[in-house]
Every structure is written in structure tokens, then in C-alpha cells.
């Protein structure tokens, strides 16, 4: 699909990336099969996520669960609810993103022989590993700690085993996420250094940006500290990702 190769190239924030996902889903409206519209969804899910637009990645999310409705032990099902688990998570809803996504990685588990399948149609993310990592952003703030690492060490673990890169570099980015929200520099740094490796070596730009923004905060001393991350977040904004500009204003 046209979009998907947008994503990984340009990444999900620019504009050609949103247009042909737009143009996917007009192009499948008119098609029976929930199957044929759902990369679509999908797409203009992620491109509004990443925009940062919370009014669009409800309205999106919320069709993408009303049109699956009648299939509801499916993948495409699962997928949904973690759409909709990950827009309650931005709009900070922690117990209905829960729900959400606790549910999603339920209905995955018992398909996982048919997931390189799925990726290959729907996108080259593993949906497993996209939910589990965000529950783990979910439970941390809710206070528990113990199952949060855990699904951190679950999916490191089964990324590890899959042969994809954009897979492996999303893994990278929200394991480095998790530990700035913690503020563990240590943990933090070996995956830093994987994933600037992955992003340069396979032109990803997205975890190319997120890589600079933070090698400038592990490395910032109090005299630079102020200097060093509004660079990066600078550079952050000039691919227009919005989902966590307010996390790395912070930071």
C-alpha cells in the first residue's frame, strides 16, 4: 500500500503520508469487505496521532471500532480497540485505555501464527508489541510499576524475534519514551544508541528525530540543559509530530 510506504520513508506526520491514506479509505467506501477499508483507518489513525490531533484519532478510532462491530473476536477488532485504547491514553483516560488495550492484546493472542500475515496487510508494526508498550505508558502513571516493566521486558523480547525493522525501531523509541518518563538516564542510553543506529542505517525519520532529541537530553549538563533539548525539539516539530511535543517540553 501506497500510504504504508509513505510512513516509513517520510514518516506518518507529513502531509503526502495523511493524503493517501484519505485517498485509500474514499477509494475502499464504496467496498463490502471491513478487510479492504481497515489499512486506511489504520493510516489515518497513526498520522493523527502522530499530528497530535486528539479530535481526529477519536473520531477515526471510534468508526474504525463501529465498523468492525459484527466481527468481534478479529484481528481488525484488535486493532481498533487499541486505536481507542491509545486515544484514551492521550487524552488521559488511564482505566478506559486500559480497557481498551488489555482487550486488544487478549484477541491477539490466540491468532499470533497468522501475524506476519496480518502486518503484511495492515502495516509493518506488530499490533501486539504497539499495544503492549502502551499499556505499559498506561500503568506506569496508574501506579503499577511491576506490570509495567514486565510488558516492557515482554515485548523487547518479542520484537527481538520478528525480522522487521520498523518493528524493532518502534520497540527501540518506546522503550527510550518509558525510561524518560522514568528519568533513568541508564537505562535509557543503550537504546538510545540502537535506535539512532536502526533510524540512520535504514533512513527512518521519525526515530532519526526522536534518537537526537534524546542523546541531547541523556548528555545535557545544568549549564546546557535548557540549550540542548529546545534544539532537538525543534527539530521535532519540523517533522510536525505532535503526539508527545508537551513529554519532551517537559523533559
Not at 533512513?203 to 533539548?229: D, M, N, Q
Request: include cysteine; hydrophobic fraction near 45%.
Amino acid at each position: 500500500m501506497y500510504g504504508n510506504a509513505l510512513r516509513i520513508a517520510r514518516g506518518m506526520a507529513f502531509p503526502e503520508t495523511q493524503a493517501a491514506f484519505a485517498a485509500a479509505r474514499d477509494l475502499a467506501a464504496s467496498v463490502d469487505s471491513v478487510s479492504e477499508r481497515f489499512p486506511a483507518y489504520r493510516g489515518l489513525w497513526i498520522t493523527s496521532f502522530v499530528r497530535g490531533e486528539l479530535k481526529q484519532m477519536q473520531e477515526v478510532s471510534a468508526a474504525y471500532l463501529h465498523d468492525v462491530a459484527s466481527q468481534p473476536e478479529s484481528r481488525e477488532v484488535a486493532v481498533a480497540q487499541g486505536a481507542c485504547g491509545k486515544t484514551s491514553w492521550y487524552a488521559g483516560s488511564f482505566h478506559e485505555a486500559r480497557k481498551f488495550l488489555e482487550r486488544a492484546i487478549a484477541i491477539h493472542a490466540p491468532a499470533q501464527a497468522g501475524e506476519a500475515t496480518f502486518r503484511s496487510r495492515f502495516g509493518e508494526d506488530d499490533q501486539t508489541i504497539v499495544d503492549m508498550f502502551h499499556l505499559a505508558l498506561v500503568l506506569w502513571p496508574m501506579g503499577l510499576l511491576y506490570r509495567a516493566d514486565s510488558l516492557i521486558s515482554e515485548a523487547l523480547i518479542r520484537a527481538s524475534s520478528i525480522n522487521s525493522i520498523p518493528t524493532v525501531a518502534f520497540s527501540y523509541a518506546h522503550v527510550v519514551t518509558f525510561e524518560m518518563i522514568r528519568n533513568d538516564l541508564a537505562r535509557a542510553a543503550p537504546y538510545l544508541e540502537s535506535l539512532r543506529n536502526v533510524a540512520s542505517e535504514h533512513g527512518l525519520p521519525e526515530w532519526i528525530t526522536l534518537s537526537t532529541f534524546g542523546a541531547g537530553w541523556l548528555v545535557a549538563k545544568p549549564e546546557t540543559v535548557k540549550r540542548v533539548p529546545r534544539r532537538c525539539v525543534r527539530a521535532w516539530r519540523r517533522c510536525r509530530a505532535g503526539s508527545n511535543k508537551s513529554l519532551y517540553r517537559c523533559l
